[in-house]
């Protein structure tokens, strides 16, 4: 399925410095339940506002007018809310209702939608908000196509609102990222939000596959790099986690 309108957001908007977002918007929302009993989590509301549409705003607010979106756990209310939210945009729906592919798999499906290269790819189950610079011009102003596969915007664990995890990676001075090791501390979370390379997608398995798969080559390759977002960062994964950002975004 697709629908499109043009964009028609400014009257005569700026190029754009990224063509195309990829918003994942697939999963199950397991940890999100009972909330996610009758709604999929991009629709969960957080602020007045639903995660997915938080998301499109910063879209919108970075010049990005197309937008393609995998759709698989209550498939046909995601399509409903997007037709109504996102008329300005030209959306194009990845559909996963017959299997769901995971992160790395959701994206390969979904390339044959995806003109732009590089391109820009954003969980639709995490909070953010811009610093002096938005974030989507940060990673755009750093990309470095020769160099560069993969550009994750990373957060200092301190910084990390909502997160209880023990961070993701490690980065050196150069910016390239290495994973945390079993057992020990890393310095920086991954925000959910990345610029990528089709060639970040050469040589892929069949079914299912999680991002780390990619990463992994990437990172062995030297090509895999990461950029700190400036402003705030909210991990809306729980439903504890919502009534926590919204106090902190001063509007519960």
């Known amino acids: 399925m697709s629908f499109a309108k043009p964009l028609s957001l400014r009257p005569n908007p700026a190029p754009a410095p990224i063509g195309t977002a990829m918003v994942l918007a697939a999963g199950l929302g397991k940890r999100m339940r009972p909330l996610t009993a009758t709604r999929p989590k991009p629709l969960v509301e957080v602020a007045g506002k639903a995660l997915l549409d938080h998301v499109l705003d910063r879209l919108r607010d970075a010049g990005i007018g197309r937008v393609v979106v995998n759709v ?9 809310h997007l037709r109504r939210k996102a008329a300005d945009l030209d959306v194009r729906i990845s559909d996963e209702r017959g299997l769901l592919l995971e992160t790395g798999g959701g994206v390969a499906r979904a390339l044959p939608l995806i003109p732009d290269d590089p391109f820009l790819i954003v969980n639709s189950d995490n909070l953010w908000v811009d610093g002096p610079v938005d974030a989507i011009s940060l990673l755009a102003d750093r990309w470095d196509d020769a160099a560069m596969d ?19 990676f490690h980065m050196d001075g150069d910016g390239h990222i290495a994973r945390r090791r079993t057992a020990k501390v890393a310095p920086f979370v991954y925000t959910g939000i990345q610029l990528v390379s089709k060639r970040l997608f050469a040589d892929l398995p069949e079914g299912p596959f999680g991002f780390m798969l990619l990463w992994e080559r990437a990172i062995a390759a030297g090509r895999a790099f990461g950029l700190v977002h400036q ?18 975004l001063g509007r519960n």
């Open 72 to 80: 698989h756990y209550l498939a046909d209310a995601l399509e409903a």
């Open 150 to 168: 993969a550009l994750l915007l990373l957060v200092p664990l301190a910084r990390a609102n909502c997160h209880s995890g023990m961070g993701d």
């Open 231 to 248: 402003g705030l960062w909210f991990d809306v994964g729980t439903p504890p986690a919502i009534g926590k950002t919204e106090a902190l």
